[in-house]
């Protein structure tokens, strides 16, 4: 019995000595990822998202076909509406993932809205009663495929994984229309009398062109099994004229009623939500990506 006792001690020293070595290296080094490790570090995702997004045409420089004599020309500036309009979006993404950073092209076709309004006022020079107030109301709808290139970074790493995202784009022009309300008050007819004309809607793809921007913003990704469901909120800035000048005043029946395209900026708020689904897998049991 007292041979056995300090056999049983060496091998409790040795078993609890292989055990330690197991867990850490010699000289205090971690051990080797696993291979399921290493495997988490990159992904690639492909999935489908839409939205609405908010404009915003902002003038570069502006244009008239009218010039008033008797008071300032800026009475006659449009006034552009800010985000007022709601457009809509369909993206298909496909993402590369790499140890918290995504790499992401993200093809989509774009509907986006915006409107401005001015006034052009008559008055006989010899009755300032007698006056004629027009007030012109116009909507432009422009349809876009854009093409950006995005980079992400994951803040953190769960279930729920809110990112930051940057990147440039390139929209390519598929179609444009423009409508235009015109109402007025008459002061000249020997009365007041207000009027409001049909809309003209006109096409207008001729007015627009393709330009290219940077776009920024934050979204968040959350874990459902073996798909990643996203929503995110971006600022889409161009950096190019989106107006075709050489065409700003070809419209005949825009030019008549007294409107030329000003150069835009057109800027965009754009809200997504979609899903994305991993391609690679370990197993049939193994549940997403992130444990």
Known sequence: MKRLLPLLLLLSITFAVNAQ????????????????????????????????????ASPIKRYTVTTPTNYAQALNDKVYDSFSKTGSQAT????????????SVQPTYRHSRFAYSNKFQWSNPDNSAEQLILNYHQEQKVDYADFPLIVKYDILRNKIRPYVQAGVFYSLLINATKSVKISGTDFAS???????????????????????????????????????????VSYWKSMSNIS?????????????????????????IVISAGVLFPMRFLSNSFKTLDR
């Open 21 to 56: 070595q197991k867990k850490k290296k010699p000289g205090g080094i971690a051990s080797k990822p696993s291979q399921q490790s290493k495997f988490l570090e990159k992904q690639f995702w492909l999935g489908f998202k839409a939205g609405t997004n908010l404009s915003e």
């Open 244 to 268: 075709n000048a050489a065409n700003r005043f070809s419209n005949d029946r825009l030019a008549g009623i007294g409107d030329a395209q000003d150069d835009l900026d057109l800027n965009n």
């Open 92 to 103: 298909l993404e496909a993402t590369f993932y790499y140890k918290g950073f995504s790499f």
């Open 190 to 232: 020997g009365g007041t009398n207000q009027f409001a004309n049909q809309a003209i809607i006109v096409g207008a793809k001729d007015l627009f062109d393709n330009y290219w921007g940077l776009m920024a913003g934050a979204g968040m990704d959350y874990n459902l099994g073996n798909v990643r469901v996203v929503l995110d």
